[in-house]
């Protein structure tokens, strides 16, 4: 029973993860980096100071 919890809690994060990462401009596939270990802290660095593609040119944003 726990075994199927955490698969279902870990597939939901990757959903909302690459739901996230669609809204951002960025490739789905990204969401993968999340099931591997350090790599996992390294991209939501990245993810978080990157350049948003979906973001609008003439819109100010304070970051």
């Known amino acids: ?6 698969t279902v ?3 939901f994060v990757l959903w909302l993860g690459s739901k ?5 401009g960025h ?6 980096c999340l099931l591997i270990p350090v790599v996992n ?9 990157a350049h948003w593609p979906s973001l609008k040119p003439d819109v100010k944003q304070d970051l």
Do not use: R, S, T
């Open 1 to 6: 029973m726990a075994f199927f919890l955490l």
């Open 9 to 11: 809690m870990v597939l």
């Open 20 to 24: 996230i990462l669609a809204k951002a």
């Open 27 to 32: 490739h789905q596939a990204w969401v993968l």
């Open 41 to 49: 802290i390294i991209m939501i660095w990245i993810f978080a100071f």
